[in-house]
Each structure stands twice: as structure tokens, then as C-alpha cells.
């Protein structure tokens, strides 16, 4: 039995990761299933042992997943820590005298309820004593019912999530507005159309990726950038230093790092590194973000026998939200990186077999399983092994993301 995750981050008011949502499905039989999404969603979760803990897919961070009527009834929820879970009754429940009274035991046990897809209609409100959190769905939503109604809820201590937030004015919007968390990409697109000045620290930082991203490594021109900066050169070797990547040999120079790890690996971690400091004014989660697509383009790749010095697939996924990090345009950042131009084109959305990379790690980032199934049919490449690489790209992402940003 194989079970397939996606997660959706949860950020708070300051751009903070709060918590994923979690969406999984059943198998290849479940892409396309007969059953509401939102029940073989909660069944699964209960009724099958996943490959990773919700501790591997999170990273420790709360886990919003959705649960539907027979499950709430059941009481399946409570074989969960009541910790790490928040629980969502979905739209689509049928409020009976046994699902409010299930709704109220889970609650006793001391499990977050949030009332998903709030609609602000008044047979919500035997369920709104007991709820922690209500998700509102933006676009659908009546936004005049929903403006007189904020108060309400805010009152009564009960935290709003906006869901489907695609811009930072809609951020600022809804933030204004009394929303706690917010869901959406709108974190991982630039802030800004107009192009404006890279800093002359941030340039440095984009130097050093250009050296590491060239096909005629130069080792010397990488001491040279880092001897600029004693923060980074520190960074650098503490991370080759770790025992997750080096587990018996004390690194002491990069030189020494590049006759021991090899020059491609070399030349990854010089990039992740380079690109943790670019962003050190955005959220961390766009960075976490870099890392997971990262590991999964190498591993995509690995399997497309894409063999190439610099790894091209890791760079593709690292470099993809390069312009959210730098709040510029694509096409404008990769002109300073000395990249192949079929890695150019595919960072900068043109149509070739790299970009079918990207498109499938960001059908794992929202869930959509029709897309997951279609690009991963593109490329040739089993279901159940992309689920895999992305499993194994959410546990490097986390380790890697702990190792760069202490």
C-alpha cells in the first residue's frame, strides 16, 4: 500500500511558517477517485501506516488535515497526537446531533478543531463554541457577509486563516482585516514589478553562486569571494563539517573540502549556503521551499540520466525562486549566473524538459494529483517514485534548512 502527500505551508502575520496542511491520496486508483477527495484524505491518514510521521512531513510545525463525516463520527482523528494535529471538519459534513457531539469529544481529548471553507453561514454557529480556528476561502467567499462577521469571530478568540492568498497586497489586505495566518503563494512571488538595484552584498553572494554553477570550477576565485566575508566562510565549512554530510573526516579549508566530497557536491553546498544569506530578509519558508524543489530536481534528474557538472537538475530546483528571494525579475537574475541556456529557459517558464521538472514539484506543493500524474507521465517516471523523491526531498529539506539557518 502506498500513500502519496503533498503539504501547503501555513504562514502567520510576520511570514513565519506556522503549520502545513497536509492532502494525501491512496495509491495510483485514488488520482481520479469516485469518493469525495476530502474523505479518501482521512481515511487513508487513519486507516493505512504512511511512509514518513507527521514529524518527517512537517518538521515538527502543526498539521492542518481534513476530515469528513464517517471519520469524524468514528472519532478516528484521536489516533493522533493531539499536538501535533490540528483537526478540519470540512464544508461538506452534514451537521447531525452525532457529528456535533463527536466534534465536542475531540475537542475534550484537547485536539484544535478549524471549521475549513467558512462561509459565514448561521448553521456554522453550534460548531463555532468549539473551534480554534476557521479557514476562509477568499475568492469564494462573500466578502460583504464576511467583513461584518470578523468581529465576531475575533471575539470569541478564534484565529482566521486566509486561504487562497496569491499577492502580498492581498496579504496586507487580509492581515488589516484581523487574519492570523495566511495560505497561498503569495510569499514565493516577488514583491515588487519594477526592477530594482541587488545590493552590493547581495551581488557578492550571486558571485560566488556564478562560480559554483560554472562548469570550470575555480577554486581560487571561490577563496577570493569568501575571504570577503569571515560570517560566510565560517557558514561554509561548518556545514561541510556536519555529520549528516561528513561523518569521519575533519574539514579544516574548501580546499580540502574539494579533494575529499568531490567538486560537484562542492559546488551544491557552496550554492545552498550563498543562497540561505541572499535570503535572509525573506521568510524562511521560501528558502525551505528552495531546498525541497532543490533535492527533488537532483533526484528527478538522477532517474532522467541527466548526468552533468554542475548538477543541473539540483540548481534548477535551488535557483527556481530566485527572483521571490531577490524581489526581481527571473530573466534579470539569471542573466548574472552563467547557467546553460537550457536551464535559462526553464527558470524563466519556456517550454523544454527541464520545466517539466518545476511543474512537477509544484503539483506536489498544492496538491493537485491530476497534474502530478500527468507530468510525471511526461517524464516517464513511476508515481509511486515521484512520491518518493518528494518524501526524501521534505527530509533533506528540513536538515538542510536547520544546518543553514542557525
Known amino acids: 500500500m502506498f500513500s502519496y502527500v503533498a503539504r501547503q505551508a501555513i504562514l502567520d502575520d510576520k511570514k513565519e511558517l506556522y503549520a502545513y496542511e497536509l492532502l494525501f491520496r491512496e495509491g495510483e486508483q485514488n488520482f481520479f477517485p469516485n469518493i469525495c477527495p476530502d474523505e479518501a484524505t482521512s481515511k487513508i491518514l487513519t486507516n493505512n501506516h504512511l511512509d514518513m510521521g507527521l514529524d518527517d512531513i512537517t518538521g515538527g510545525k502543526l498539521a492542518f488535515i481534513n476530515f469528513h463525516q464517517d471519520t469524524l463520527e468514528y472519532r478516528f482523528p484521536t489516533s493522533l497526537d493531539q499536538k501535533l494535529v490540528v483537526i478540519e471538519v470540512v464544508e461538506t459534513v452534514n451537521l447531525s446531533e452525532k457529528l456535533i457531539q463527536a466534534c465536542i469529544n475531540i475537542k475534550e481529548m484537547g485536539y484544535k478543531l478549524a471549521l475549513d471553507d467558512f462561509a459565514f453561514d448561521p448553521k456554522w454557529d453550534v460548531l463555532l463554541p468549539y473551534a480554534d480556528i476557521v479557514k476562509v476561502d477568499i475568492v469564494e467567499c462573500d466578502q460583504q457577509l464576511m467583513r461584518s462577521n470578523i468581529e465576531k469571530l475575533k471575539l470569541a478568540n ?16 487580509y492581515k488589516a482585516l484581523g487574519f492570523d495566518y495566511f495560505q497561498g503563494y503569495f510569499f514565493a512571488r516577488p514583491e515588487i514589478v519594477k526592477q530594482k538595484r541587488i545590493p552590493t552584498s547581495q551581488l557578492a553572494l550571486l558571485d560566488l553562486i556564478s562560480v559554483s554553477a560554472a562548469t570550470d570550477f575555480n577554486l581560487g576565485r571561490v577563496n577570493d569571494i569568501i575571504e570577503r566575508d569571515v560570517s560566510l566562510s565560517y557558514k561554509l565549512l561548518r556545514f561541510i563539517n556536519n555529520p549528516l554530510i561528513n561523518k569521519s573526516n575533519s574539514i579544516s579549508s574548501l580546499r580540502h573540502a574539494l579533494n575529499y566530497m568531490g567538486e560537484i557536491e562542492v559546488k551544491k553546498f557552496i550554492a545552498l549556503v550563498a543562497l540561505a544569506n541572499l535570503g535572509d530578509s525573506k521568510t524562511i519558508e ?37 527572483d521571490a528571494i531577490l524581489d526581481s525579475s527571473m530573466r534579470s537574475v539569471v542573466e548574472k549566473l552563467p547557467l546553460g541556456d537550457e536551464l535559462k529557459a526553464a527558470l524563466c517558464g519556456e517550454k523544454n524538459e527541464l520545466q517539466g521538472y518545476l511543474n512537477l514539484i509544484r503539483a506536489y506543493e498544492v496538491g493537485h494529483w491530476q497534474n502530478v500524474a500527468r507530468y510525471s507521465k511526461e517524464l516517464d517516471i513511476h508515481l509511486a517514485m515521484t512520491q518518493s523523491f518528494y518524501n526524501e526531498a521534505i527530509k533533506w529539506g528540513h536538515a538542510m534548512k536547520q544546518l543553514i539557518s542557525d
Do not use: D, W, Y
Not at 289 to 311: D, H, W
Open 158 to 173: 478564534i484565529k482566521l486563516v486566509a486561504e487562497k492568498i496569491e499577492t502580498h497586497e492581498e496579504f496586507e489586505e
Open 286 to 322: 521560501l528558502l525551505h521551499m528552495s531546498l525541497v524543489r532543490a533535492k527533488f530536481c537532483e533526484l528527478i534528474g538522477q532517474a532522467m540520466k541527466l548526468a552533468k557538472n554542475p548538477p543541473t537538475g539540483f540548481l534548477l530546483g535551488l535557483f527556481s525562486l530566485l
